[in-house]
């Protein structure tokens, strides 16, 4: 079955400007989560969501934000983007009855300049 | 404060040996603990799991052992083979309170020499 699909794959944006990215999981997965991986910070949690839902939200400041669609597709949105923002951006998705089990996108890069 | 510390950033075996990743965590709520191989520019992928009510699981080369009491974690990789050089990366869970929501290490480099 298709993976985890994230688009785009690539993107360059300026800082004070705004971005959204996709993420669309695997079919029959409900939970989507996002993650942020820089250089120094590893891999950081941005949010959960599950049936449109957001359940956990990680110690990441009010311009990420996001949304989960009907059909489980995510969207994330970043305001009024920093320097530091450029990070690979990844979401993975999982089937409710097993949390433990998440299965990663390709992840979209981000560039702020 | 890591909750999930991997203290070693790389490691190099020799193709046919053991390669062994350590992991340690500081948070006793969680529940479940699972490891990660990444290749650049791909998204991690998921390599093997374990419950907190378990010390060991096997999965064909791989093997994650737990010590819940040391808080620490570890994967071994027997035989190591060059296509396993990849950064690996384990990660923390305490399911059910926090859902998808997994708490990663900082990642070990694994370098397999042919």
């Known amino acids: 079955k298709a993976g985890v699909t994230q688009t785009p794959r690539y993107l360059i944006k300026t800082r004070g400007q705004q971005v959204t990215l996709s993420c669309s999981p695997i079919s029959g997965h409900r939970s989507v989560s996002w993650y942020q991986q820089t250089p120094g910070q590893g891999l950081q949690f941005l949010f959960e969501?599950?049936?449109?839902?957001?359940?956990n939200k990680g110690n990441f400041p009010g311009r990420f934000s996001g949304r989960q669609f009907s059909n489980s597709r995510s969207e994330m949105n970043v305001s009024t983007l920093e320097l530091g923002d450029s990070a690979l951006y990844l979401c993975a998705s999982s089937q409710r009855t097993d949390p433990t089990e998440a299965f990663f996108g390709q992840g979209t890069r981000l560039t702020v300049v | 404060d890591q909750q999930v510390k991997q203290n070693s950033p790389s490691l190099s075996v020799q193709e046919g040996r053991i390669s062994i990743l350590n992991c340690d965590y500081t948070n006793s709520m969680f529940d479940y603990f699972l490891w990660y191989k990444k290749y650049p520019a791909e998204g991690p992928t998921f390599l093997i799991s374990?419950?907190?009510?378990?010390d060991k699981n096997e999965d064909g080369r791989f093997t994650v052992f737990l010590n819940k009491s040391a808080k620490h974690l570890s994967l071994h990789i027997v035989p190591s083979q060059p296509g396993d050089s990849a950064v690996y990366f384990c990660?923390?869970?305490?399911?059910?309170?926090?859902?998808?929501?997994?708490?990663f290490g900082g990642g070990t480099r694994l370098m397999v020499k042919p």
């Open positions: 990660a923390a869970s305490d399911t059910p309170n926090a859902g998808n929501m997994l708490t």
């Open positions: 969501y599950f049936s449109e839902t957001q359940r």
């Open positions: 374990i419950s907190s009510i378990k």
